[in-house]
């Protein structure tokens, strides 16, 4: 598994060429194969956790506004030469195959969730057996990605996003775009299937 922050990213949402510190942006690893590697830093913050430099996450939404630390475009990288998604799929014996993101509920510790998507697909002998509807799942954030099994290629990598997302006291808003590959995960917990036209 590896995550990346990148504020330099093609069609991100948080991409800019120098923050609200007047640092130049970069690309940083978080996670580097499965381990913690790195942090989103302003001036302060770097400073605080001995980094040789900021990685230009200072943002303010507002000329107003004092700039706070937030969020880079952060990704899940693609798997180079990784599997397509009807290839992951296909190594699925009974699941759910989510697309998009809709709601979602997090606690103040960002560790116990409950997610919802865009559309949904039942999966039966790996290949896609219907739609359904009303489907979310929860788990705790060690072991959603704990249970991560397996990441698509680059070819089944999108970049989505939010131009909403809120922080600060009093709050700021700020767009932010995250990245991801098609991803195969076990054993997480799926509520409320159903049907499309039916129980």
Same mark, same amino acid.
């Given at each position: 598994?590896?995550?990346?922050?990148?504020?330099?990213?093609?069609?991100?949402?948080?991409?800019?060429?120098?923050?609200?510190?007047?640092?130049? $942006?970069?690309?940083?690893?978080?996670?580097?194969?499965?381990?913690?590697?790195?942090?989103?830093?302003?001036?302060?913050? &770097?400073?605080?956790?001995?980094?040789?430099?900021? !990685?230009?996450?200072?943002? &303010?939404?507002?000329?107003?506004?004092?700039?706070?630390?937030?969020?880079?475009?952060?990704?899940? &990288?693609?798997?180079?030469?990784?599997?397509?998604?009807?290839?992951?799929?296909?190594?699925?014996?009974?699941?759910?195959?989510?697309?998009?993101?809709?709601?979602?509920?997090?606690?103040?510790?960002?560790? !116990?969730?409950?997610?919802?998507?865009?559309?949904?697909?039942?999966?039966?002998?790996?290949?896609?057996?219907?739609?359904?509807?009303?489907?979310?799942?929860?788990? $705790?954030?060690?072991?959603?990605?704990?249970?991560?099994?397996?990441?698509? *290629?680059?070819?089944?990598?999108?970049? *989505?996003?939010?131009? !909403?997302?809120?922080?600060?006291?009093?709050?700021?808003?700020?767009?932010?775009?995250?990245?991801?590959?098609?991803?195969?995960?076990?054993?997480?917990?799926?509520?409320?299937?159903?049907?499309?036209?039916?129980?």
């Amino acid at each position: 598994m590896n995550v990346t922050g990148d504020r330099t990213a093609e069609h991100g949402l948080a991409t800019i060429g120098y923050d609200d510190e007047g640092v130049a $942006t970069r690309s940083f690893d978080i996670i580097s194969g499965g381990v913690l590697s790195g942090y989103q830093t302003d001036r302060r913050i &770097a400073r605080l956790t001995g980094a040789d430099r900021s !990685n230009g996450c200072a943002f &303010a939404d507002a000329a107003s506004s004092m700039p706070i630390q937030r969020m880079a475009n952060v990704s899940l &990288a693609a798997a180079p030469g990784g599997p397509s998604t009807d290839e992951l799929i296909g190594g699925v014996e009974n699941g759910v195959y989510i697309v998009g993101d809709k709601s979602w509920s997090i606690d103040m510790q960002r560790y !116990n969730f409950q997610f919802t998507g865009q559309r949904f697909y039942r999966i039966e002998n790996g290949r896609l057996a219907g739609q359904l509807r009303d489907v979310a799942y929860q788990a $705790t954030t060690t072991e959603f990605w704990n249970s991560m099994e397996a990441v698509g *290629g680059p070819q089944t990598y999108v970049l *989505g996003g939010a131009f !909403n997302c809120g922080k600060g006291q009093p709050g700021q808003v700020a767009p932010v775009s995250h990245g991801c590959p098609s991803a195969l995960f076990r054993g997480v917990n799926i509520l409320n299937t159903v049907k499309e036209g039916g129980q």
